[in-house]
C-alpha cells in the first residue's frame, strides 16, 4: 500500500473508531468498530504485523492491570464500601450543599488516585445521585464533579488512569518518585477545581432552607441523617496492602498488575466463599469488550503514528523542561486529547516527549488528565459518565458542560504545570 493511502486509511479508520465510541450505535460495545479497524490496518499493510506486535505486547501489561482494578473495583462495591461512602457524604454534609460538594470532591479525589477512575464514575456516580436525592439538593455540581475529578484527579499514582500507566512505563520513574513529582500538581489542580465549581455553581449550592425550588418535605436536619452503615473493614485493609504491593513490585522491577491481579484475587474468593458474587460476575467485571477495544484503539494509534502523524506533531512538541515549555506540551497535549480523545492523544505524544525526559511525559499527563474535562469525546471516562448520568434521568447540557469545562481546564492546567516545574526543580528525577 502507497504510503499516502496507508495515511488516508488509517486517519480515518481512527475516526470511524473513535465515532463509535463516542455514538455507541445501538449500543453496541466500542469495540464493535475498533477490532475490525485493527484487523484492517494490519490486514492492508498500513502498519506492519512488527509494529503491531509490539503495541500489543506494549499494552499488554496495561490491559491487565486495568482488567485486575475494575474487578477490585467491584468487588469492593460487593463489600459495601461504596453504600458507605454514600453514608459518609449525607452524615458529613448536615444537609448542606456547599458541604457536601466539598466532601464529594475529597471523596471523589480519592476513590479516583486509589481505585482509578473508572471506580468514580461507574459505582460513586450512581451514589452522588442518591444522596442527592435524599437530601434534597441539586444535583448539577455534585454529579458534575464526579466527572471532572475522574479526570483531574487521576494525576496523583500511576495507578489512577489508564494514561498515568503508560506515562509510568515511558518515564522510568519508580512508583513513590512519580507520586512525589505528581503529587503538588495533583493537590493544585483539584483546589483550583473546587474554587471554580463554588463560584459557577453558586445558586446550586444555596443552603436547602434558603431554596425554594428544593423538594417539598427535604428537610435539611433530617436529610443529614443517614442509616448506620458498617464500614467494610476488610475491603478497605485489601485496597491498603494493594496500594503497597504497588510501591513493592515497582521497587523490585516487576508489573504493578501482579498487585492489583492479588488485590482482586482476595476480595473475590471471600465474595464468592460468602456468596456475594458469582465467577461469571467476576468476568463481566473485567470488562472485556472494553479491553478489546483498548488494545485495538492503540493498534489503529499506532498505524496513524507511522504513517506520518508523529512527524506533523514533532515539530510541535518541545525538547527541554523549561516551565513554558511543560506548559506548551501541556496545552498541547490538552488540545490533542479533546480531538481524537486522551487515550490515542497519549500514545501519540509520549514517544515524542520521551527523547526530552520524565519533566514532558508528566506534563502530556497534566494535559491529556486535565484537558478531556472541556469535551464529552475528551476521555472515555467523560463518556462514561453521560452514559450513567442518562440512565439516571438527568439531563447533562452540552453548553452548560463547555462552559464550565471554558473556565476550569485553564484555570487547573495552568498552575497544575507550574506546580510540576516546581516539584521537578525540587525533586529532580
Given at each position: 500500500?502507497?504510503?499516502?493511502?496507508?495515511?488516508?486509511?488509517?486517519?480515518?479508520?481512527?475516526?470511524?473508531?473513535?465515532?463509535?465510541?463516542?455514538?455507541?450505535?445501538?449500543?453496541?460495545?466500542?469495540?464493535?468498530?475498533?477490532?475490525?479497524?485493527?484487523?484492517?490496518?494490519?490486514?492492508?499493510?498500513?502498519?506492519?504485523?512488527?509494529?503491531?506486535?509490539a503495541e500489543a505486547e506494549l499494552l499488554g501489561p496495561v490491559v491487565g492491570f486495568l482488567a485486575a482494578v475494575l474487578v477490585l473495583a467491584k468487588l469492593c462495591?460487593?463489600?459495601?464500601?461504596?453504600?458507605?461512602?454514600?453514608?459518609?457524604?449525607?452524615?458529613?454534609?448536615?444537609?448542606?450543599?456547599?458541604?457536601?460538594?466539598?466532601?464529594?470532591?475529597?471523596?471523589?479525589?480519592?476513590?479516583?488516585?486509589?481505585?482509578?477512575?473508572?471506580?468514580?464514575?461507574?459505582?460513586?456516580?450512581?451514589?452522588?445521585?442518591?444522596?442527592?436525592?435524599?437530601?434534597?439538593?441539586?444535583?448539577?455540581?455534585?454529579?458534575?464533579?464526579?466527572?471532572?475529578?475522574?479526570?483531574?484527579?487521576?494525576?496523583?499514582?500511576?495507578?489512577?488512569?489508564?494514561?498515568?500507566?503508560?506515562?509510568?512505563?515511558?518515564?522510568?520513574?519508580?512508583?513513590?518518585?512519580?507520586?512525589?513529582?505528581?503529587?503538588?500538581?495533583?493537590?493544585?489542580?483539584?483546589?483550583?477545581?473546587?474554587?471554580?465549581?463554588?463560584?459557577?455553581?453558586?445558586?446550586?449550592?444555596?443552603?436547602?432552607?434558603?431554596?425554594?425550588?428544593?423538594?417539598?418535605?427535604?428537610?435539611?436536619?433530617?436529610?443529614?441523617?443517614?442509616?448506620?452503615?458498617?464500614?467494610?473493614?476488610?475491603?478497605?485493609?485489601?485496597?491498603?496492602?494493594?496500594?503497597?504491593?504497588?510501591?513493592?513490585?515497582?521497587?523490585?522491577?516487576?508489573?504493578?498488575?501482579?498487585?492489583?491481579?492479588?488485590?482482586?484475587?482476595?476480595?473475590?474468593?471471600?465474595?464468592?466463599?460468602?456468596?456475594?458474587?458469582?465467577?461469571?460476575?467476576?468476568?463481566?467485571?473485567?470488562?472485556?469488550?472494553?479491553?478489546?477495544?483498548?488494545?485495538?484503539?492503540?493498534?489503529?494509534?499506532?498505524?496513524?503514528?507511522?504513517?506520518?502523524?508523529?512527524?506533523?506533531?514533532?515539530?510541535?512538541?518541545?525538547?527541554?523542561?523549561?516551565?513554558?515549555?511543560?506548559?506548551?506540551?501541556?496545552?498541547?497535549?490538552?488540545?490533542?486529547?479533546?480531538?481524537?480523545?486522551?487515550?490515542?492523544?497519549?500514545?501519540?505524544?509520549?514517544?515524542?516527549?520521551?527523547?526530552?525526559?520524565?519533566?514532558?511525559?508528566?506534563?502530556?499527563?497534566?494535559?491529556?488528565?486535565?484537558?478531556?474535562?472541556?469535551?464529552?469525546?475528551?476521555?472515555?471516562?467523560?463518556?462514561?459518565?453521560?452514559?450513567?448520568?442518562?440512565?439516571?434521568?438527568?439531563?447533562?447540557?452540552?453548553?452548560?458542560?463547555?462552559?464550565?469545562?471554558?473556565?476550569?481546564?485553564?484555570?487547573?492546567?495552568?498552575?497544575?504545570?507550574?506546580?510540576?516545574?516546581?516539584?521537578?526543580?525540587?525533586?529532580?528525577?
Amino acid at each position: 500500500m502507497s504510503s499516502t493511502l496507508a495515511t488516508a486509511l488509517s486517519a480515518v479508520l481512527l475516526v470511524a473508531v473513535l465515532a463509535g465510541a463516542v455514538i455507541r450505535p445501538f449500543g453496541l460495545p466500542e469495540a464493535t468498530v475498533a477490532v475490525p479497524a485493527a484487523a484492517l490496518v494490519m490486514a492492508t499493510g498500513a502498519i506492519s504485523l512488527d509494529h503491531a506486535r509490539a503495541e500489543a505486547e506494549l499494552l499488554g501489561p496495561v490491559v491487565g492491570f486495568l482488567a485486575a482494578v475494575l474487578v477490585l473495583a467491584k468487588l469492593c462495591d460487593d463489600e459495601g464500601l461504596f453504600r458507605a461512602c454514600g453514608a459518609w457524604l449525607a452524615r458529613t454534609s448536615k444537609g448542606r450543599p456547599q458541604r457536601l460538594l466539598a466532601a464529594n470532591f475529597l471523596l471523589a479525589s480519592v476513590i479516583t488516585a486509589v481505585l482509578s477512575l473508572d471506580a468514580t464514575v461507574v459505582l460513586l456516580t450512581p451514589v452522588v445521585f442518591a444522596t442527592v436525592a435524599r437530601l434534597g439538593a441539586r444535583p448539577g455540581p455534585h454529579v458534575y464533579a464526579c466527572a471532572h475529578l475522574s479526570n483531574t484527579a487521576s494525576l496523583l499514582l500511576p495507578v489512577s488512569n489508564l494514561t498515568n500507566l503508560l506515562a509510568f512505563t515511558a518515564s522510568g520513574l519508580s512508583f513513590t518518585r512519580f507520586a512525589l513529582l505528581m503529587g503538588p500538581a495533583w493537590a493544585v489542580a483539584i483546589a483550583a477545581e473546587y474554587l471554580v465549581f463554588r463560584r459557577f455553581f453558586a445558586d446550586d449550592l444555596k443552603d436547602l432552607n434558603e431554596d425554594p425550588s428544593r423538594p417539598a418535605g427535604a428537610d435539611a436536619a433530617g436529610g443529614s441523617e443517614a442509616d448506620p452503615v458498617d464500614m467494610p473493614v476488610f475491603a478497605l485493609a485489601t485496597v491498603a496492602c494493594t496500594l503497597a504491593g504497588f510501591v513493592v513490585t515497582s521497587a523490585l522491577g516487576v508489573e504493578p498488575a501482579w498487585a492489583a491481579f492479588a488485590g482482586a484475587l482476595v476480595l473475590a474468593v471471600r465474595a464468592l466463599a460468602r456468596g456475594l458474587t458469582t465467577p461469571l460476575a467476576v468476568v463481566r467485571a473485567t470488562s472485556l469488550p472494553f479491553l478489546a477495544f483498548v488494545l485495538a484503539l492503540g493498534i489503529v494509534v499506532r498505524a496513524v503514528v507511522d504513517n506520518g502523524l508523529s512527524d506533523a506533531l514533532g515539530h510541535l512538541v518541545p525538547d527541554s523542561a523549561s516551565l513554558l515549555a511543560l506548559l506548551g506540551i501541556a496545552v498541547l497535549a490538552a488540545a490533542l486529547a479533546n480531538l481524537i480523545n486522551n487515550l490515542p492523544a497519549v500514545l501519540v505524544l509520549l514517544p515524542l516527549a520521551a527523547m526530552a525526559g520524565p519533566g514532558p511525559i508528566l506534563a502530556v499527563l497534566l494535559g491529556v488528565n486535565i484537558g478531556p474535562n472541556l469535551t464529552y469525546a475528551g476521555s472515555l471516562a467523560t463518556l462514561l459518565w453521560r452514559r450513567i448520568v442518562h440512565q439516571h434521568d438527568h439531563s447533562v447540557d452540552l453548553g452548560e458542560f463547555t462552559r464550565l469545562g471554558l473556565l476550569t481546564v485553564p484555570a487547573t492546567l495552568i498552575p497544575a504545570v507550574a506546580a510540576l516545574w516546581l516539584s521537578l526543580r525540587v525533586f529532580g528525577t
